[in-house]
């Protein structure tokens, strides 16, 4: 079985900055894959950014990182440089030897100016 | 490249009614997922198509079944909806090989059930 923990349920961060939403994960399978999607009040789910189990580098899209930290089965999403538009619901999710994703109960995030 | 889409984008049934959403793939994917996501939380894996065969399930009853069509568009099929049916359901293609098969997602069906 699968599971993500994202213990954050809202965090605040000023325009311009940077912030951390945190995402640990645990899974049996020996080869797994990470994911981070946005979720705008729209509903529709994005695609942020992928992280391997066996990728040695961190993940980086744009203003997007992960901090992928193997032995503490954490793979935390890095925003930088903030934007009121970044204002959204922000989900961890991972996948398996099955295709399917597991996905965290979410973190609320509000960019102010 | 089209994305993914879905119909209709909100839906209001009774308790016990049968609804049927649609989901058209990405081009170029052909594999579907479908995912409930109930208000105030993440969404939950209901099932998977590949090549029109299922693909996998997750912990969700009989009366939810699926199919998928050799143009690889899908259907989630709720049969004798209970009002806890009441939720996003979410639909996501993906292609074998692909980063690890990232799933893209549609725009979603707002199911109301009363």
């Known amino acids: 079985a699968q599971k993500i923990t994202q213990t954050q349920p809202g965090m605040f961060v000023q325009e311009k900055e940077a912030v951390t939403l945190d995402c640990t994960y645990d899974t049996s399978d020996p080869s797994y894959g990470l994911f981070w999607y946005k979720q705008p009040s729209s509903g529709e789910m994005i695609f942020l950014i992928y992280q391997g189990s066996y990728d040695q580098q961190n993940a980086t899209e744009g203003r997007y990182s992960l901090n992928f930290q193997k032995a503490r089965k954490s793979a935390n999403l890095v925003i930088s440089a903030s934007q009121l538009g970044d204002s959204a619901m922000y989900f961890c999710a991972i996948s398996g030897t099955a295709s399917k994703l597991t996905f965290g109960t979410g973190t609320r995030l509000q960019v102010t100016l | ?114």
Do not use: M
């Open chain 2, 1 to 114: 490249e089209t994305g993914v889409t879905q119909s209709p984008t909100h839906l209001i049934k009774t308790r016990g009614q049968q609804v049927t959403l649609r989901c058209s793939s990405q081009s170029g994917h052909n594999t579907v997922s479908w995912y409930q996501q109930a208000l105030g939380q993440g969404p939950q894996f209901i099932f998977q198509y590949y090549r029109e065969e299922e693909n996998g399930r997750g912990n969700f009853p009989p009366r939810f079944s699926g199919l998928q069509f050799p143009n690889y568009s899908s259907e989630l099929n709720v049969n004798a909806l209970e009002l806890d049916d009441s939720a996003l359901y979410l639909c996501a293609s993906s292609s074998p090989g692909a980063l690890q098969e990232t799933q893209y997602f549609g725009p979603g069906t707002r199911l109301l059930v009363l």
